[in-house]
């Protein structure tokens, strides 16, 4: 892989980096923009100290290594995220009544759908990352990002297999792992393009995250699967 982006986009020059942010954060925006656009595997250290205006040694006495650094890009886009998805499982868990599949599937999507919206200038750069994650070829990648989300998303797909008694466990559990899958091509902009013929027309993005919310919702509905 080449090491530094191109011409297009070209590497940001340290007069480009916030002059508040620390050696820290630019490394963690640096690695966030690359992995996001090259993937983990392909884009080196040094490109990523480039962008940064860092050096490998910060790399390593801030995260220990690539890594590290991964890891820690992760845990700063889903922290919010995860923050989020636990109040409003809490609040339907002591509302009085056994949270519903559409209440479940709400409170996960929307919390998902709104990231992008609710990281600014970055949201671009956090989609394209949280898209490229989940579809590496690499496991070890994808184990790294379910680490850090399943502490909160296994207490979604507990909730949603008490909702829906009629189903096998494992039945539930294909139907929410395609649910986070299908969030994913979501926010990473990938539905928005993906459509035969004719371009569709616009919509709001509250509009699009309404109509996966039915959908999904929808989807775990469906009778159990035979045969």
Known sequence: MNETRSAESGPRSPADQ?????????????AE?????????ATSLRAVTVEADANVAAVNYHFGSKEGLLRAV????????????????????TSGHQPTVEELVRAFVLTGARLVERSGERGTDVARFLGRVMSERDPAIRRLFGAEVSPVEGRYLEALQAALPQLPPDEVGFRYRSMVGLLGLYQSGVLTDLHPGRAVAATTANADAERLITLLASAFHAPPTTG
């Open 33 to 41: 923009r690359l992995f996001g656009e090259e993937g983990f595997a």
């Open 18 to 30: 916030p002059r508040h942010a620390s050696t820290r954060e630019r490394l963690l925006d640096a």
């Open 74 to 93: 992760v845990e700063r886009t889903m922290a919010a995220v995860n923050g989020e998805r636990l109040r409003l499982l809490e609040e339907l868990r």
